[in-house]
């Protein structure tokens, strides 16, 4: 017999008959509570305990029972034939508990209510549903119980431990004395908790994939004109996902039945608790099945919503592509980021630590880089975990870690995604002028081949002839230009901007200054000399998408080399910039720098057929190259302007100049609002505009001589030092997208040289706005 209990489990009341007493539990209505054979017979019960009178009567004592919950039932397994190899997510792993909706006490897989599947019977197709999340249940029932599954068996963490950790004073030694441990695997992982909350968010993001032909279509746009040059997903790769993925879960996408979605959920979250095991012989096709069908993960599901999103922000309010599917362009990305913003918190829940959260980081930073700038918090934030999480698997030191051989095609994307880590950090504190957070010296950084990404999945024999055709320096000897090209190349630029950098927030000595930027000067040189010639060249290149004719080149094409050329300069203006701050130079070298490297942009934003097509990165190209050129080219002017007798022979052309300054101004002004560099592109135009007015409506000349009494009493190094030539130029109220301090344009003053920009003399726009109207736009600038 069994003493009553509580906690909402099925319990025996009876006892012996002197123990008989009346059974205190009321009903919602407020009647005592039935026993159940009564209750099923409708008929009178006197709610005695442990048998009531009637019971003993019929002679049914043994089943007089009183349920707590009579109105809830046991879910019945369906049987099932054994699964398919194409239908198993792991054959090998053991039986998880999966929970259906009952109390919040603890119970064991015996209990009414849970049950125990083999991880291969998860098809949310046949096993029974369980309920929606959002349910009409009464008041008096009990909460909801969370899921737990725990990992596959043997579970570790692969997190990378270095020369310091305690544990390697073990693992170099014990092996040579002939003692084997398992115990130095690594920390096995807690039982993870996954709620039921959780698995109701996932059943609401998957509604995105209802529309199977807007993610087709956004997807291979993104491949079709990127060539994936931000993306470390590869085409092919995407193609088996996606193809899989409709296979086996299209018509409950597309049908959108919230416990047939809620199935789905569970199935993600399973599978993303799951380690994916790579072996060497796998090849691009049998790696990718690991991520999709019955093996779907939400970091895949989080790539898809991410490339959909890059690809809204590179088109125009206008494009076809738009509108044929009827969607607002900055409400799709926002929509997309914030649905890989979510895939990759679930991701973190389930403390995935493998290639697809690499991917996954990566895909969703890109993003959030074109919506929200490259000096948002967001963007540091994320550049950051890409930087922790490659450096937590050991990647910076070895992409095989510790293995003989892996996939071909995945050695050279972890190589790429290695390279491009350390690329991007120093790229972003260059630009925030902050320390960087994953130093060369530290890292194991081998460029990858310049081999195109569709390549990569070929068989050895073509891998092995792929390989033989390329040069000396690993370069392709086909002169065209991908994303592989790119980054061997900018792995190579990387470096001197790192010690430009260090040079810049360092304490150095005048003298070890000026040593080091000779060394570094002397290096960049030297590589950039190096590199093949299609690569330094820009002549004979064409903007025509369509490469009818074998010698034009891709729009991407010619946006990789001005990028390369720009990062290569960049550098040259960077260290200019140091030597005139920490060591007084003059500025000669670095207008020269700034020159070149305005030059280039003016060329590449102005043309039509390139901007439409990867409107984010020309935006990125004018906030970042465009406004660092264009700032010291507008001081340098201004300066020429203040002084008492204009310069003979000047740095800058005072017409063309002013001619450059006017056009540039304009093309900041075309940046899309809900572009994430609009609000530095528009201080930056607001800035221009404002020493363009001043240029064009000079003071007077006593006004002339104070300014040049001004710069007389200062010394030379000092005021140039401070001319608005921090990294971050624009400094003062904070923006909605950017996360630094930006400058109101009519408080600007450049530093401890005052160049008059106040606001008595900028008046009204309609003049010179008028003049801007007047030019031609359209005549090329010689």
């Known amino acids: 017999m069994m003493s009553p209990q509580a906690g909402g489990q099925i319990v025996d009341l009876r006892s012996e008959p002197s123990q008989r007493v009346l059974n205190g539990k009321y009903r919602r209505n407020g009647k005592l509570q039935s026993c159940e054979p009564c209750r099923k017979s409708k008929l009178r019960c006197d709610h005695v305990v442990p048998v009531c009178s009637r019971c003993v009567r019929r002679k049914c004592a043994d089943k007089c029972v009183y349920h707590p919950n009579p109105l809830t039932k046991r879910r019945q397994v369906v049987e099932k034939a054994p699964p398919t190899p194409a239908t198993t997510v792991n054959e090998e792993a053991s039986p998880i508990p999966l929970p259906t909706i009952e109390s919040s006490e603890p119970g064991s897989p015996h209990e009414p209510g849970y049950r125990t599947l083999e991880a291969s019977q998860l098809d949310y197709e046949e096993v029974p549903l369980q309920a929606p999340a959002k349910l009409n249940r009464a008041a008096s029932a009990p909460p909801l119980r969370s899921h737990q599954y725990d990992g596959e068996p043997g579970r570790i963490n692969p997190g990378f431990f270095g020369a310091t950790n305690p544990m390697c004073i073990f693992s170099e030694n014990l092996s040579k004395l002939g003692v084997v441990s398992t115990e130095l695997e690594g920390p096995k992982l807690p039982r993870l908790t996954v709620t039921n909350d959780q698995i109701a968010r996932g059943s609401q993001i998957l509604s995105f994939l ?175 975990e890409i930087v922790n999480a490659v450096v937590a698997m050991g990647l910076h030191v070895d992409v095989k870690q510790g293995k003989p051989r892996i996939p071909f095609f995945l050695e050279q994307i972890r190589t790429k995604i290695v390279a491009g880590a350390y690329s991007c950090d120093i790229s972003i504190n260059s630009y925030l002028g902050r320390p960087p957070r994953l130093p060369y010296r530290y890292c194991n950084i081998v460029p990858p081949l ?19 055709s390329l040069d000396e320096n690993g370069f392709s000897t086909s002169g065209k230009t991908s994303s592989a090209t790119f980054m061997k190349a900018w792995i190579g630029i990387s470096p001197r901007r790192e010690e430009v950098l260090d040079l810049a927030l360092g304490r150095y000595s005048r003298d070890e200054i000026l040593r080091r930027a000779e060394e570094i000067q002397k290096k960049s040189n030297e590589y950039w000399e190096s590199l093949p010639l299609f690569i330094r060249s820009l002549e004979n290149d064409s903007y025509d998408y369509t490469e009818a004719v074998s010698h034009r080149k891709r729009p991407l094409e010619t946006l990789l080399k001005i990028s390369l050329r720009q990062g290569y300069r960049a550098n040259e203006l960077l260290l200019q910039r140091v030597l005139i701050r920490k ?16 030059e280039d942009i003016l060329q590449v934003t102005g043309r039509h057929e390139l901007s439409s097509i990867l409107q984010s990165n020309i935006s990125a190209m004018l906030a970042v190259s465009g406004l660092r050129s264009a700032s010291v080219i507008a001081v340098e002017l201004l300066r020429q302007e203040q002084l008492p007798n204009y310069p003979k022979n000047p740095l800058l052309p005072r017409s063309r100049t002013i001619q450059d300054l006017s056009v540039f101004a304009a093309r900041l002004g075309d940046v899309d609002p809900s572009d994430g560099s609009f609000t530095v592109c528009d201080q930056g135009r607001k800035v221009i505009t404002r020493i363009l007015d001043k240029i064009l409506s000079p003071p007077n000349l006593s006004e002339r001589l104070v300014a040049s009494s001004h710069m007389q009493h200062d010394q030379p190094h000092e005021s140039q030092a401070n001319v608005g030539m921090d990294l971050n130029v624009f400094q003062g109220e904070a923006a909605p997208h950017q996360e630094w301090p930006l400058l109101d344009p009519l408080d600007f003053q450049m ?25 031609d736009w359209e005549k090329p600038i010689l």
């Open 450 to 468: 310049d081999i195109p990404d569709a390549r990569l999945i070929a068989g050895e024999d073509e891998i092995a002839r792929i390989i033989a």
């Open 210 to 384: 209802k529309d199977t032909s807007l993610v087709h279509d956004f997807v291979n746009r993104s491949f079709d004109v990127g060539d994936g040059i931000v993306n470390v997903c590869i085409e092919p790769i995407m193609k088996q996902w996606l193809m899989k993925l409709w296979a086996t879960h299209g018509e409950t996408l597309k049908k959108q039945n919230p416990e047939k979605l809620r199935r789905l959920s569970e199935l993600l979250w399973h599978n993303t608790l799951t380690s994916i095991v790579v072996k060497e012989d796998y090849d691009y096709k049998a790696w990718a099945l690991l991520a999709t069908g019955m093996n779907i993960r939400w970091e895949v599901i989080g790539i898809i919503a991410a490339l959909i999103g890059q690809c809204a922000t590179t088109l125009s309010r206008s494009d076809l592509l738009l509108t044929q599917h009827n969607v607002s362009k900055p409400i799709l990305a926002r929509r997309m980021n914030e649905i890989s913003s979510t895939c990759l918190d679930f991701a973190r829940s389930c403390e995935a630590l493998d290639d697809l959260f690499i991917w996954l980081l990566v895909e969703n930073s890109v993003l959030t880089a074109a919506l929200k700038g490259d000096g948002s918090y967001a963007v540091y934030r994320e550049s950051g």
């Open 583 to 598: 060591t007084g130079a003059s500025w000669d070298k670095l207008v020269e720098a700034a020159s070149s490297i305005f």
């Open 751 to 775: 530093g401890e040289a005052n160049w008059g920009i106040e606001v008595p003399f900028l008046g009204h726009d309609s003049d010179f706005v008028q003049w801007l109207e007047s030019v």
